[in-house]
DNA sequence: GGAATTATATTAGTAATTAATATAAGTTTC
DNA sequence: GAAACTTATATTAATTACTAATATAATTCC
């Protein structure tokens, strides 16, 4: 909580607060497909890296192993991914994100990039300039934190 | 769809992913109380407004009115909100949020501003400056976003 | 004053989640 | 190389969260 080199401690308050309002317009995009939150969420942890077992999936949500073994076991019924055995370790089930399920995160994605653009478009210039010039730096960010996660 | 003025497109999705990113960060903030995410967001909608009558906590979440009663009803049970007639017109119930409710949010929020300056410290000065002059674009692209919410 | 509307509550059924336990494959140790 | 331990997934039973449909009651509008 020091102040931090010469950006005064404000900034990221006001940076919170933005990133913290623009995150509630977005979590609850309506989709035409209903599907739970933690069922988006592992959809969208397999589209960032597939195949993954279902410990890693169990550890990037916070819910328990075997709320996973039956999501995954709903997604599969549903088309949206599949299980297949490691051929390395014979305990371990690798679940591959497949077309249908890449489909809605994708058409997710399109959807916000597009409700972003059209707020950008209400900016003056020099605010969209002044956010295009941070993209990079937000870009390191997001990764830093990704990283850092165990 | 269509290129904004001189920002090339490709920002606008590299703001996305970023923000996609960060959000996953944040949005499994564990908790040492367990509240449900649709919870949660009911006490940061009255974070920012409170009372609230049911029929506008109903339009902000996307949930049914049935939800938000029994949602409502829980919260009170547990001591963060309270329920409150409105003299004006006897078919409203107000919902109001308490001390204790208000402090579930304010801590998250702490939480969320202390990782957020972790990560800030993690970048170069220049990416730290570039994204502290964004921050007012930022805050003003989240209120229009807010705004233009019905 | 009666009809339509608005705001909340209730009920009954379904889906999602957890805690606890089971099964089975791998690893280690002696 | 078998007993003890650890790791990975599955199953079961109970609980919680959610929806759809309907009820109740106050308000508004001819």
């Known amino acids: 909580m020091k102040p931090n080199h010469n950006q005064p401690d404000m900034n990221v308050a006001d940076f919170a607060w933005a990133f913290e309002e623009l995150t509630r317009l977005f ?37 328990t192993q075997s709320a996973i073994t039956q999501l995954v076991t709903r997604l599969e019924r549903d088309g949206l991914v599949q299980r297949k055995p490691d051929p390395k370790d014979g305990r371990v089930v690798q679940v591959h994100l497949i077309e249908q399920g890449r489909a809605i995160i994708d058409s997710r994605r399109l959807e916000r990039i597009a409700r972003i653009s059209a707020l950008l478009e209400g900016l003056t210039p020099e605010e969209q300039q002044a956010i295009g010039l941070a993209v990079p730096a937000l870009k390191r960010l997001a990764e830093r934190g990704t990283e850092s996660r165990p």
């Open 27 to 63: 979590i609850r995009l309506p989709s035409i497909e209903k599907h739970s939150f933690t069922t988006l969420s592992v959809l969208h942890t397999l589209s960032r890296k597939s195949p993954m077992r279902l410990t890693e999936l169990t550890a990037n949500e916070q819910v």
